[in-house]
T-cell receptor
C-alpha cells in the first residue's frame, strides 16, 4: 500500500536559517504529492502541491520538487521566520477518482528569534 | 466566505455515551472526509463520502458511524464502542482537483 515517511522532529532553527524537511514515499502508479501545514489548535492548510515528476510546488517562500527517481518531495525554505513555527505534513493521493490522502506523521518546526 | 465549519470546538463524552461531531461545507464539494489525529500519529482516515447517500470506511472505522443525507453535511458519531475516543477530529472536503480543504477541528475529551 501507499506510505509516506517524514523526518522526525522537532526541527529547531534560528530565524533566517535554511530549512529542509525530508519526505519520501512509496506508492503504486503516479501519485500527486502535497505539503500541508498545521498551526497550533487549527486544521490543516494546503501549503503546496505537485502533480507529476519534476514539478516544483511553491508558496510563501517554501518549495518542494517531485523527484520520481528518489521517490522524494523534500520541503525547503531559504530563510525561516518565527511565524513559520508549525507542524508540516507530507501527503500523497492515490489519484483514484475522489482520492484519499495518505499522510506522514508530521514534523514540528520551531523557529526562535 | 466559503469554507468548512466544525462544531463544537471542544466536546466531552461520558462513559457509554454516543456523541456527534458536526461538519458543514459551503464549497459545493462532492467528497468529504473524517480524520482522527493523535499526537505523533499523523492523520488517520475514519470515513469518507464521495456522493450523497454513499460513504466508505477508512482505516480506523470501528466505533464510528457517519451519514451523508445532504451534500453540505457529513456528521460523525463516536459511539460507545470506541474505547479510546480522545483525539482531535478533522473534517475535510475535496473538489475534483485532488486538493482537500480542512475544517478547524473538534477536540474530543472523555470525562
Amino acid at each position: 500500500g501507499n506510505s509516506v515517511t517524514q523526518m522526525e522532529g522537532p526541527v529547531t532553527l534560528s530565524e533566517e536559517a535554511f530549512l529542509t524537511i525530508n519526505c519520501t514515499y512509496t506508492a503504486t502508479g503516479y501519485p500527486s504529492l502535497f505539503w500541508y501545514v498545521q498551526y497550533p489548535g487549527e486544521g490543516l492548510q494546503l501549503l503546496l502541491k505537485a502533480t507529476k515528476a519534476d514539478d516544483k510546488g511553491s508558496n510563501k517562500g517554501f518549495e518542494a520538487t517531485y523527484r520520481k527517481e528518489t521517490t522524494s518531495f523534500h520541503l525547503e525554505k531559504g530563510s525561516v521566520q518565527v511565524s513559520d513555527s508549525a507542524v508540516y505534513f507530507c501527503a500523497l493521493s492515490d489519484r483514484a477518482g475522489y482520492s484519499t490522502l495518505t499522510f506522514g506523521k508530521g514534523t514540528m518546526l520551531l523557529v526562535s528569534p | 466566505d466559503g469554507g468548512i465549519t466544525q462544531s463544537p470546538k471542544y466536546l466531552f463524552r461520558k462513559e457509554g455515551q454516543n456523541v456527534t461531531l458536526s461538519c458543514e461545507q459551503n464549497l459545493n464539494h462532492d467528497a468529504m472526509y473524517w480524520y482522527r489525529q493523535d499526537p505523533g500519529q499523523g492523520l488517520r482516515l475514519i470515513y469518507y463520502s464521495q456522493i450523497v447517500n454513499d460513504f466508505q470506511k477508512g482505516d480506523i472505522a470501528e466505533g464510528y458511524s457517519v451519514s451523508r443525507e445532504k451534500k453540505e453535511s457529513f456528521p460523525l458519531t463516536v459511539t460507545s464502542a470506541q474505547k479510546n475516543p480522545t483525539a482531535f477530529y478533522l473534517c475535510a472536503s475535496m473538489s475534483d482537483l485532488e486538493t482537500q480543504y480542512f475544517g478547524p477541528g473538534t477536540r474530543l475529551l472523555v470525562l
